[in-house]
C-alpha cells in the first residue's frame, strides 16, 4: 500500500488507500460473529432449509442495493464522515451532527464494545482466563453490583491494542485490518469448501413443503436478523478522504465488499443445512460450532471458536479504522469537541479522535451496560440509513450540477429499494421494542441541545 502526499484540504490526512483496502474494510466490517450464530435464529422463524439460504441471499441483495446507493454519495462527496458528510449536505448540519452524536454516544462505541466483549468470550475457549464466566471482581455500588470477567478485559485489551496500532499510521492501522480479514475469510472459505466437499449427514429437503410458520411475517422477522449480520457494509465510505481515487475506488470497494460478503454467508449456510437439520439448528445457539462438530469431531468446532476470534478482532480493527473518521469530519465542522479535529503531525492520523473513542469504548465495556444502551438506538442506524438513501434523491433533484462519477445503477429502483427496506426495519422495531425504541429517541434528541452549544461555539 503506497502512501502518498496528504489530501488536499483533509488537514494533513494521507490518500494512501486503493480499492482493494476499500473492499477489505467492508469485508472486515461485516465479517464478526454473526455467520457463525445468526441462522439458528433465522431457522426459528423459518425452519426449512431452503427458506434459511434465501433470506441470507435476499439480505445480500438489499445490502447490495445500500452499497450501490452509496456509491454515488461517496463520489460526489469524497471527504472524512461518511454517512454524517451525505446527511449533512442533503439535509443540513443538524441530521449529520444527530448521527455523529447517536455514532459517538451509543452505536459505534456500543458496538465496539459489544464485539470486543464477544472476542474475549470465545478466546475464553482457548485461554480460561478471559472467559467471560471468569469473574475478576464482583463490588456493591449503591444497591447494584458492578462485576468485571475476564471477557470484558480481554475485549479492553483488544480495544486499546487497536488504537495504539491505528494512531501510528494508515499503513499501519489498515495493514492489520487487512491481514486479519483476509485471514478470515481464508478460513471461511476453508470451513465452507470442506464442509461442502465432506458427506452430508443430513440431506436438506428444499423442495419440502413449507411449513405453517414460514409466513410473510416470519421471513421480515428472520430478515431483521439477518441484515444486522450485514451491518457494517458502508465503513469504507468513512475512509474517501484516505483513498487515493475515492471517486472510483469507495463504490467498487462497497460492491465488491459486498458481493463477496454475500457469497460466504450463502456458502456457510449451505454448510450448515447440510450438517444439521432444522429441528437442531433451532435447538443450538452456536451453530457454526454445532455444524463443525457434526462435521470434523470436536477440533472442527475448536476451529470454528479460532475463526470466531479472529472474525471478531478483525470485525473490531475495521470499526476502529473507520468510525473515529466521523467525529475528525464533525470537530473539523466545529461540531465536536475541537480536539477530536486534530491529525498526528508525524502519523498523519486523527490520533485524539482514536484515542477518545477507545476510551469511551473501553468505559462501555467494563461497565457491562452496552447491550441494553446499542438496543435502545437499534431503529436509529436503519433511520438514518433511510434518510441517506433517500440524499440521492433529493441531491439529485435539490444540486443537480454537482459532479457525479458514479451513479447509482438501477436509479431510482434500487435507492427505493433501499429505503423502503430501511423504513420497514424501523417501523418493525418500532412495533417490536416500543420501550427500547422510545428510549432511543430519547438518546438521539439529547444531541438537540448539545448541536445547538456546538453552533454557538463555532459561531
Not at 463490588?139 to 470477567?149: D, Q
Not at 488504537?163 to 478460513?187: D, E, F, P, Y
Request: with cysteine.
Amino acid at each position: 500500500m503506497e502512501l502518498t502526499a496528504p489530501a488536499a484540504g483533509e488537514r494533513g490526512l494521507v490518500r494512501g488507500l486503493g480499492p482493494w483496502d476499500a473492499a477489505l474494510v467492508t469485508i472486515g466490517s461485516v465479517l464478526g460473529t454473526a455467520i457463525f450464530i445468526t441462522s439458528a435464529d433465522v431457522a426459528r422463524s423459518l425452519p426449512h432449509p431452503g427458506l434459511v439460504v434465501a433470506v441470507w441471499v435476499a439480505g445480500g441483495a438489499l445490502t447490495l442495493a445500500g452499497a450501490l446507493t452509496y456509491g454515488e454519495l461517496g463520489a460526489m462527496f469524497p471527504d472524512a464522515g461518511g454517512i454524517y458528510t451525505y446527511l449533512k449536505e442533503a439535509y443540513g448540519p443538524l441530521w449529520g451532527f444527530l448521527f455523529g452524536w447517536a455514532c459517538f454516544l451509543i452505536i459505534m462505541s456500543g458496538g465496539i464494545a459489544a464485539m470486543a466483549v464477544g472476542f474475549g468470550e470465545y478466546l475464553g475457549s482457548f485461554v480460561p482466563f478471559f472467559s467471560t464466566a471468569h469473574v475478576l471482581f464482583a463490588r456493591p455500588i449503591f444497591g447494584w453490583t458492578w462485576s468485571v470477567n475476564g471477557g470484558q478485559l480481554a475485549g479492553a485489551l483488544a480495544i486499546a491494542v487497536l488504537t495504539v496500532i491505528n494512531c501510528r499510521g494508515l499503513r499501519q492501522g489498515a495493514g492489520v485490518q487487512n491481514a486479519v480479514t483476509v485471514v478470515k475469510v481464508a478460513s471461511i472459505v476453508g470451513l465452507a469448501v470442506f464442509g461442502l466437499m465432506v458427506a452430508a449427514p443430513v440431506s436438506p429437503r428444499f423442495a419440502a413443503p413449507l411449513p405453517a410458520a414460514a409466513s410473510a411475517s416470519a421471513f421480515g422477522v428472520a430478515m431483521i436478523a439477518v441484515l444486522w449480520g450485514y451491518d457494517g457494509w458502508y465503513g469504507a465510505a468513512s475512509l474517501a478522504a484516505e483513498m487515493r481515487r475515492p471517486a472510483r475506488d469507495l463504490p467498487w470497494g462497497l460492491v465488491a465488499g459486498t458481493i463477496a460478503v454475500t457469497v460466504l454467508y450463502t456458502l456457510m449456510n449451505l454448510v450448515y443445512v447440510r450438517a444439521l437439520p432444522v429441528e437442531a439448528m433451532v435447538a443450538t445457539s452456536r451453530i457454526g460450532e454445532a455444524a463443525a462438530s457434526v462435521l470434523f469431531g470436536p477440533t472442527g468446532a475448536r476451529l470454528v471458536s479460532l475463526a470466531v476470534v479472529f472474525s471478531t478482532f478483525g470485525c473490531l480493527s475495521a470499526t476502529i479504522l473507520y468510525c473515529t473518521r466521523i467525529y475528525l469530519a464533525m470537530a473539523q465542522d466545529g461540531l465536536f469537541f475541537r480536539s477530536l479535529a486534530r491529525v498526528h503531525p508525524r502519523y498523519r492520523t486523527p490520533a485524539t479522535s482514536i484515542v477518545v473513542q477507545g476510551g469511551w469504548a473501553i468505559a462501555l465495556t467494563f461497565s457491562g451496560t452496552y447491550e441494553q444502551l446499542y438496543t435502545y438506538v437499534v431503529f436509529a442506524m436503519f433511520l438514518f440509513h433511510a434518510a441517506t438513501g433517500a440524499a440521492v434523491i433529493v441531491l439529485r433533484r435539490t444540486r443537480p450540477g454537482l459532479p457525479r462519477p458514479y451513479r447509482a445503477w438501477g436509479y431510482p429502483v434500487v435507492p427505493c429499494v433501499f429505503i423502503l427496506t430501511a423504513m420497514a426495519f424501523v417501523a418493525n422495531t418500532l412495533l417490536e421494542r416500543p420501550t427500547e425504541s422510545l428510549w432511543g429517541l430519547v438518546l438521539l434528541l439529547l444531541g438537540l441541545p448539545a448541536y445547538f452549544l456546538w453552533r454557538r461555539g463555532a459561531a
